[in-house]
């Protein structure tokens, strides 16, 4: 029997991540530049049950027995067995890899999680619908991220455009114009979960001055929405800018973030912010068509470890 292969692409916030956290709106997009992917084999002449799993990213190689019931590969698979109702697996071997870089603000775990959800799903025969992998996935960032909005595991299972509030029914995003983002990474690595208790810590000290910030950057995603449903993409460059002073507003930016966005901007982006929870990881920059390489180019001249394009388009088919 073949492998059952499952794919789930990396994210990227746009707009409002942490103020996402305290139930205001976030504008989300699926990045297929990197993905996750799950394949399952068949092992039909190993004993019923036998569940082997190897992750080469996080050097893992072990059965779901020896997993810690905590960890999230061992919460997604229980999380598909629930849902089926069932208390053993037949046998087979599950391969993940990614090319996600870990802890930088990309939805590498929620992307790991939809993928493996998804293949073991269809491996049992019953493919589960984007609802039931989209609950699986929260369960594990539930378990990384103490108090995660849900965005990343929504926007990653439905790989589409989103503007999300937690508290709200899901709303795709209907992107009128093509535009062109230049993706760039610090390197340097920092998990979500640490940043979201860093803020939770100092909202709680000033609960008046973070709910003003957070209110400032639910305008700014109400503005970006607006742009990329009905007005030109070319806004969005300012909308990029506030947002990331508010992101330093709120202590997650750094040095390093500052002087990515910085250097995208001297060399010609119309706007440029953090992407994720910060302290590390990404940033994203709006770019022109005529000036991609320029900017491609100064970003790496600045220290990013890599860089990526996307261009995000009118709906597509998701990627799977
Ligand atoms: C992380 O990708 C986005 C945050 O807003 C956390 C969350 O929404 O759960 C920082």
């Given at each position: 029997?073949?492998?059952?292969?499952?794919?789930?692409?990396?994210?990227?916030?746009?707009?409002?991540?942490?103020?996402?956290?305290?139930?205001?709106?976030?504008?989300?997009?699926?990045?297929?530049?990197?993905?996750?992917?799950?394949?399952?084999?068949?092992?039909?002449?190993?004993?019923?049950?036998?569940?082997?799993?190897?992750?080469?990213?996080?050097?893992?190689?072990?059965?779901?027995?020896?997993?810690?019931?905590?960890?999230?590969?061992?919460?997604?698979?229980?999380?598909?067995?629930?849902?089926?109702?069932?208390?053993?697996?037949?046998?087979?071997?599950?391969r993940l890899t990614s090319t996600i870089p870990i802890a930088a603000g990309m939805g590498s775990s929620a992307a790991v999680s939809v993928a493996l959800a998804r293949a073991l799903s269809t491996f049992l025969g019953h493919p589960l619908p984007d609802a039931d992998i989209n609950d699986i996935a929260f369960k594990v960032e539930q378990q990384l991220h103490f108090t995660p909005s849900g965005v990343d595991n929504t926007v990653i299972t439905y790989a589409r455009p989103v503007y999300f509030v937690r508290s709200q029914p899901l709303e795709f995003l209907h992107v009128r114009q093509p535009f062109d983002l230049i993706i760039a990474d610090s390197g340097i690595s920092a998990a979500t979960g640490p940043m979201v208790s860093g803020v939770r810590e100092r909202f709680n000290a000033d609960p008046a001055r973070y709910n003003a910030l957070f209110d400032k950057i639910s305008s700014i995603v109400l503005l970006a929405r607006d742009c990329i449903e009905h007005g030109s993409a070319v806004d969005l460059g300012p909308l990029l800018i506030e947002n990331h002073a508010l992101l330093k507003g709120i202590g997650v930016s750094t040095p390093e973030l500052d002087i990515l966005v910085e250097a995208a901007m001297t060399a010609g982006a119309l706007g440029a912010k953090l992407t994720g929870g910060g302290g590390g990881g990404n940033i994203i920059a709006l770019a022109p068509e005529d000036r991609m390489e320029n900017i491609q180019n100064a970003l790496l001249a600045a220290g990013a470890h890599q860089v990526w394009t996307a261009k995000v388009l009118p709906p597509q088919e998701p990627f799977r």
């Open positions: 029997m073949p492998a059952i292969t499952s794919f789930a692409p990396a994210k990227l916030i746009l707009f409002g991540e942490h103020s996402v956290v305290y139930d205001r709106p976030a504008i989300a997009i699926p990045f297929t530049g990197v993905h996750a992917r799950a394949a399952i084999f068949a092992m039909p002449v190993a004993p019923s049950g036998q569940v082997q799993i190897d992750a080469q990213a996080v050097q893992m190689d072990k059965t779901l027995d020896q997993l810690d019931p905590d960890d999230p590969i061992a919460i997604t698979i229980h999380g598909v067995m629930d849902k089926f109702g069932i208390s053993s697996l037949p046998a087979m071997h599950i």
